[in-house]
């Protein structure tokens, strides 16, 4: 099956820094999805991009499907951006990463 | 216009009884997703359904576990005999269409099992 790497594993920010969150995946897609599970457990969809560029506020995300890989931004984060950042990705269904977990200091 | 709604929202079980997982997708979506969640891991899909049929299972245990979406009511997940391995999140998602398209997820059932 696929294969979704994230990193970083770990991040750690204070208040107002900006950071890029990656994704590599083994094969071709048609659904990417970016999602934040807050400290609650809650999955929150942040995106869905299966290619091209998107921004909602302080995050964009862009996914360039021929070199299988997505990208996410967060721009001058705060505390609640804490918690853990998963891509899935699949042409099926989709295979999660295991995330990169975000804690943001203030 | 309600999300994907799971219940309960923590379940407790002692060794060798039954849990059972109840999963409503949102309005209009016929397409249900279960996954389960390890501590420290991502999520680990078990089983595809529409309404009266299963269309994956490929992740599911073979033994111990189900899964239905009747014509009529929530997605069921079912776990017969829990062992403390069985503890874990398990998260329901759906979608409007199917494979590929954007999934919406609930907020998941917290599963102990003493």
């Known amino acids: 099956g696929i294969q979704v790497e994230q990193s970083p594993p770990d991040l750690i920010l204070q208040e107002g820094a900006n950071s890029t969150l990656r994704c590599n995946f083994s094969?071709?897609?048609?659904?990417l999805q970016w999602f934040h599970q807050n400290p609650w457990g809650q999955l929150i969809n942040l995106f869905y991009?299966?290619?091209g560029t998107k921004q909602n506020g302080r995050l964009s995300a862009t996914t360039v499907a021929t070199e299988r890989y997505s990208l996410l931004y967060i721009s001058s984060s705060q505390t609640t951006d804490s918690g853990v950042y998963f891509c899935?990705?699949?042409?099926?269904?989709?295979?999660f990463g295991r995330g990169t977990s975000l804690i943001v200091h203030p | 216009n309600a999300g994907v709604m799971q219940n309960p929202r923590h379940l407790v079980r002692r060794r060798g009884q039954e849990a059972r997982l109840r999963c409503s997708p949102m309005?209009?979506?016929?397409?249900v997703y279960w996954y389960r969640q390890l501590p420290e891991e991502g999520l680990k899909f078990m089983v595809y359904l529409q309404k009266e049929n299963i269309i994956d299972e490929s992740g599911m245990p073979k033994e111990r576990f189900s899964a239905e979406f009747p014509k009529e009511g929530p997605s069921i997940l079912r776990i017969q005999q829990v062992v403390r391995g069985d503890s874990a999140a398990y998260f329901c998602?759906?979608?409007?269409?199917?494979?590929?398209?954007?999934?919406?997820f609930g907020p998941g059932t917290r599963l102990t099992v003493l």
């Open positions: 899935a990705v699949g042409s099926y269904i989709p295979t």
């Open positions: 309005k209009g979506h016929s397409h």
């Open positions: 991009i299966p290619s």
């Open positions: 998602a759906s979608s409007p269409g199917g494979t590929g398209t954007e999934q919406f």
């Open positions: 094969d071709s897609v048609n659904n």
